[in-house]
């Protein structure tokens, strides 16, 4: 039952990039599928990337696919999604999921995902 907090937000300008973090002190999150997700006003969350647990599989959105990346501290308790190439598109509060999963991340739907962050906004703008 890990407490997800996101940090790691803020306003970047077009092409920039920024590292978000996703953290659960003193959890093991290599157990656990760890979703990345953004909201923006008016429009459902959106599933951008997923990692499975233990680094099975991994999965990014169309949308980011070549800009962002995901990847695990070595001290587990954190899980990290790594953006670049920023649009302005991208603006929108982001999340971190967690769920108990052992098959292929892209497989499993939002309400699957037990565990969440509060969130943290990324705003790219000139």
């Known amino acids: 039952q890990p407490h997800l907090v996101e940090s790691g937000g803020g306003l970047v300008q077009p092409g920039g990039s920024l590292r978000l973090s996703c953290a659960a002190a003193?959890?093991?999150?290599?157990?656990?599928?760890i979703g990345w997700f953004r909201q923006v006003p008016g429009k459902e969350r959106e599933r951008i990337a997923c990692?499975?647990?233990?680094?099975?599989?991994?999965h990014f959105d169309r949308s980011v696919k070549g800009r962002f990346t995901i990847f695990r501290d070595p001290d587990k308790s954190t899980v990290y999604l790594r953006m670049s190439g920023l649009k302005t598109e991208d603006t929108a509060n982001y999340y971190c999921?967690?769920?108990?999963?052992?098959?292929?991340?892209?497989?499993?739907?939002?309400?699957?995902?037990?565990?969440w962050g509060q969130g943290t906004q990324v705003t790219v703008s000139s």
């Open positions: 003193g959890e093991n999150l290599d157990y656990y599928a």
């Open positions: 999921a967690a769920a108990r999963f052992q098959d292929l991340c892209v497989t499993l739907r939002p309400d699957e995902y037990v565990y």
């Open positions: 990692v499975s647990e233990n680094d099975r599989s991994m």
